[in-house]
């Protein structure tokens, strides 16, 4: 059975940092690559980072670049986004996703919230 949890999320001020974890079960882990994308009230899901299946290569969105990193560990199959100099705007749910990189195989988790605010 699959599963994709995305534990981590919550309220921190501006300035602040938040790292979390995207823990996988059920799947090949290093076959899939993994993304992040978040989704604002009122706003579509976008995509936030995206970390190649072996880690050797990442990808950012432009309002994320240089405060976000996201990286993998393929031994605890888990996949994490830090975030560092967090803004307003980056209040969002957060969610979890792996792609089968031979197919359009994909699982989703379930998000988790993160409130920047003062």
């Not at 309220?11 to 604002?40: D, E, I, K």
């Not at 957060?94 to 197919?103: D, I, N, V």
Request: with cysteine.
């Amino acid at each position: 059975q699959v599963h994709v949890v995305e534990p981590g999320g919550g309220l921190v001020q501006p300035g602040g940092s938040l790292r979390l974890s995207c823990a996988a079960s059920g799947f090949t882990f290093n076959l899939y690559h993994m993304s992040w994308y978040r989704q604002a009230p009122g706003k579509e899901r976008e995509l936030v980072a995206t970390i190649a299946n072996t880690g050797g290569s990442t990808t950012y969105a432009d309002s994320v670049k240089g405060r976000f990193t996201i990286s993998r560990d393929n031994v605890k199959n888990t996949a994490y986004l830090q975030m560092n100099i967090l803004k307003p705007e980056d209040t969002a749910v957060y969610y979890c996703k792996a792609s089968f990189q031979f197919s359009t195989l994909n699982y989703w988790g379930q998000g988790t919230q993160v409130t920047v605010s003062s």
